[in-house]
Structures are given as C-alpha cells and as structure tokens.
C-alpha cells in the first residue's frame, strides 16, 4: 500500500466543521471595511523577492530567516511568497498609479507565508485581512484604524482584547535614540546573547524586542525612545491619544513595543490578548510614511493594519463559536424510476424557491436513504415516490420536530420549508 501524504507543516487544511465560522469572520469583515469606505484589492501571492528585502528591511526576523524564497527555474529569478500584504499593496497601488486618483482607502485578504516555528496560534501559512490607507498624513487616520478596529471587536462580540500603542517617532529623533542605545549596549556587550550581538549595528531597535529572558533586566534599563521624540513626533503621538480619549477606546502607551518590520515611523500599535497564550496579538500596525517613496513612488503618508484570522478564529471558538444553525433546508429522498426522474425537478424548483437542497446520489433502499438525510443535519427529507411521482407531488417530513410528514405540492413544500411554519393538520392528515 502507498503511503498517504500529508500536508506541509505549519500550513492547515480548514475543513467544512470549521469553515462557517472562517465564512462567518470573512462576511462581517466584508461589511466592515465596506461601512468604513474601503475598497478592495487582491495581489499575488508570489512577488520579486527584493520587494520584501527593500520594505521589510534586510535585518528582521523575516527576511533573514522565515520567507520562502526560491528560484523560478523558468526566469532565473528570485520569488517569495508574500509573508505579508504592506509591501504587495503598495507596489500594487504604485504600479497601477492608484495615488493619481487621490489618497487611497484599501483593504485585503488572504494567506501569508512565513517559515516559523509552528505551535497554537503560529503557522506557516496564516491568514491576514489588512486595511492600508495611503495619502493620509494626519494622526485621524491612525485614529479612524483604531476606531474600526475597535467596532469590528464589538461586533463579533469580543471582549478581553486590548490596546498597547506606542511612536517610533520621526527619523531624526530615531536616530538620535539608536546612538545612544548602541552605546549604552556595547557597555554592556557581556550581557548581550548571539542574536543582540549581531544587531547591535544593524538593527539595534530589534534588540529590546529580545523574549530571552536573561536579557530582560537589560533591556528595562535601556534608552527609550519616548525620551529622543521631537515636537512633530510628540504632536501626532498626543493628537492621536486625544482622539483616543474623545472616541472612549482605551489605551496602554508600551514604551517597548518596537514591531518587527523596519518600515514604520510615529504610531505602532497591537491589540493584544491574555486568552491564546504566547501568541496574543490579533492586530497589528502603524503607520510607514517612508515605504511608498522607498519603493519608487513619491512622498506619501501612509498607515495601515492586519489581523491574524487564525488567532481571531480561536477566540471566537472560544466565545461559543456560531449559533447552531442548519445549512441545509432539505434532503430529496427518492425511490423508483419515475420518482428518480421527478425528484431531480423537485430539487430545481425548490432551489428556484431560495431553499438550500441536496439531492441524495447514489441510490440505496429508502431507511438508508433517510438516514443520510437526518445525517446531513436538514431541516426536512423531501420523499418521492413513484406515487407522489405520480400526483407530481411530494411527502415532506421534518426531521428536527416532532411533526408528523405531510403530503403536499411541490410549492406548499416550498412554502412551508421557507416559513418554517407547521405542517397543518389537514396536510398531515393527508399523508400517506
Ligand atoms: P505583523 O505584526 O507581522 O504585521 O502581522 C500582523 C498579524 O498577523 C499579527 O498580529 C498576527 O495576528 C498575525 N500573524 C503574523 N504572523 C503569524 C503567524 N505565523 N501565524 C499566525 N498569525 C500570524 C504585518 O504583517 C504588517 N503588514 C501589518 C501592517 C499593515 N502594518 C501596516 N499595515
């Protein structure tokens, strides 16, 4: 026997138990962003590997170590597969002169890829849904992010997720702050593990978002960057709060929330969870005024944000996950030539009707077929017979009430699955 091949590790299959809850997320996040005027945009999921190194920067976590990135034998050139949607989204909106048409709302879903250690809430193949608003210098829109974010929480009904937001301030003032903190870490070289070593020079920001816990004591004695912040950075930072305030979302300012990705400046932020363990940020951004020009594209403001669908899937499964309800209304039970041939008509017309119907294939005696019916979680087994056949009728049986089957037309069928309404005494009294 062959051996059975499973999928990728780190990338799931998202089966058809748990896909009403993904479609459930994926329609009220469609309203969502609609409700806020944004629009649309899909981008590949392969891009040129130098998009990625340019906007995410060549020292993070991402490009040194988690991107798939391969040669296409075919052009000889080097491809990754998006481990996030900023960079695709504005590459997009550049090479398609979106800008020319004013400041852009726009919003994107889909799966990511980043090769990371799998475990609860971590995969490899993930899913975003990202909102990026391009040509918005101000902090209102860093605001309008927050706001929205905050609307879609209360929607779906979940509570127990807060806000930490902090500024990376302008790049002067950034400047400022990674002289100092690279002097005040070479004064401390001894306590520095392998990967602070490394990024003393290169990345120096990264090293306060060290987990290791040796290095803890260090990092809480480091320079901030709260302390360099200009006037430009301090003014769009306590605008920001004020609005905050105004539109009663509450806040936590995190000195130390640096992010992984080089391309942000002023605001960053994450919403964060105590309820999924390691893994508790189920939102994440801030604004990257420098990445359009950076990529080719003039000066232009620009902020945005994604969520980790996976990470949300969870608490919402948590919270009680969806109501229980039925997808199917109706299962088309049939029996003999003429009812085989009837049946296929009657699931027409009761799809014509709006109804949800499967017609059962594959023959079988009668109780097997009831029971597919009652397996397939319909509201009702719609029987055919040659003699319903015969009177172009059908028997309608409610499988999650205790009512008695009625024989009737095909459209009281349809009438009675649609209002849901009890099959009257009269109908039930005409059953076979
Ligand atoms: P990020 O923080 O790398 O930001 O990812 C955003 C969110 O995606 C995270 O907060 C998390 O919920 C989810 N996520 C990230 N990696 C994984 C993973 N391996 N498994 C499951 N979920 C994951 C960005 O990607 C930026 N592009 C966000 C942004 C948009 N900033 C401005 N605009």
């Known amino acids: 026997m062959s051996s059975t091949i499973q999928a990728v590790r780190g990338m799931n299959d998202i089966l058809p138990d748990e896909a009403p809850l993904w479609e459930f997320f994926e329609d009220t996040v469609r309203d969502w962003v609609r409700g806020f005027?944004?629009?649309?945009?899909?981008?590949?999921?392969?891009?040129?590997?130098?998009?990625?190194?340019?906007?995410?920067?060549?020292?993070?976590?991402?490009?040194?170590k988690e991107m798939y990135t391969f040669v296409d034998a075919l052009s000889?050139?080097?491809?990754?597969?998006?481990?996030?949607?900023?960079?695709?989204?504005?590459?997009?909106?550049?090479?398609?002169?979106?800008?020319?048409?004013?400041p852009q709302r726009l919003c994107y879903a889909g799966p990511m890829f980043r090769h990371e250690r799998p475990q609860k809430g971590r995969y490899r193949q993930f899913h975003?849904?990202?909102?990026?608003?391009?040509?918005?210098?101000?902090?209102?829109?860093?605001?309008?992010?927050?706001?929205?974010?905050?609307?879609?929480?209360?929607?779906?009904?979940?509570?127990?997720?807060?806000?930490?937001?902090?500024?990376l301030g302008s790049a002067p003032a950034r400047a400022r702050h990674r002289a100092r903190l690279i002097d005040y870490l070479s004064a401390h070289l001894e306590a520095l593990d392998e990967d602070a070593r490394r990024r003393l020079h290169t990345n120096p920001l990264r090293v306060l978002d060290s987990k290791n816990?040796?290095?803890?004591?260090?990092?809480?004695?480091?320079?901030?960057?709260?302390?360099?912040?200009?006037?430009?950075?301090?003014?769009?930072?306590?605008?920001?709060?004020?609005?905050?305030?105004?539109?009663?979302?509450?806040?936590?300012?995190?000195?130390?929330?640096?992010?992984?990705?080089?391309?942000?400046?002023?605001?960053?932020?994450?919403?964060?969870?105590?309820?999924?363990?390691?893994?508790?940020?189920?939102?994440?951004?801030?604004r990257y005024d420098g990445l359009v020009e950076q990529l080719g594209g003039k000066p232009t403001p620009a902020c945005g944000f994604a969520m980790g669908v996976e990470r949300l899937i969870s608490l919402l499964r948590e919270a009680g996950g969806l109501p229980e309800t039925s997808v199917l209304d109706g299962y088309v039970v049939h029996q003999g030539a003429r009812?085989?041939?009837?049946?296929?008509a009657v699931a027409e017309s009761l799809r014509d009707a709006g109804l949800r119907v499967v017609y059962h294939c594959g023959g079988g005696k009668f109780a097997a077929q009831m029971r597919r019916a009652d397996g397939s979680g319909a509201r009702y087994a719609v029987i055919?017979?040659?003699?319903?056949?015969?009177?172009?009728?059908?028997?309608?049986k409610p499988l999650r009430a205790l009512e008695a089957q009625a024989?009737?037309?095909v459209q009281e069928a349809a009438d009675i699955m649609r209002s849901g309404r009890q099959i009257s005494a009269a109908q039930a009294g005409a059953a076979p």
């Open 37 to 64: 005027g944004y629009r649309p945009i899909r981008m590949p999921l392969l891009e040129k590997t130098d998009l990625f190194v340019r906007s995410i920067g060549e020292v993070t976590d991402i490009v040194e």
């Open 76 to 102: 000889g050139e080097s491809l990754t597969l998006r481990p996030e949607g900023t960079a695709a989204c504005v590459r997009a909106a550049l090479e398609h002169n979106l800008l020319y048409g004013g």
């Open 128 to 167: 975003q849904l990202g909102v990026e608003s391009l040509g918005y210098a101000g902090p209102d829109m860093d605001a309008e992010h927050l706001v929205m974010v905050a609307r879609l929480w209360k929607t779906l009904g979940l509570t127990e997720i807060s806000l930490q937001i902090n500024t």
């Open 213 to 286: 816990p040796a290095m803890q004591e260090l990092i809480e004695g480091a320079p901030r960057l709260l302390d360099e912040l200009d006037e430009v950075s301090l003014k769009h930072f306590e605008e920001l709060q004020a609005i905050l305030r105004q539109v009663d979302i509450p806040f936590e300012i995190n000195p130390r929330l640096v992010r992984g990705l080089d391309y942000y400046n002023f605001t960053v932020y994450e919403w964060v969870t105590t309820k999924l363990g390691a893994q508790g940020t189920v939102c994440a951004g801030g």
């Open 339 to 344: 009812a085989d041939a009837f049946a296929w």
């Open 384 to 396: 055919v017979g040659d003699d319903e056949a015969a009177c172009q009728e059908v028997s309608l």
């Open 407 to 409: 024989r009737v037309s």
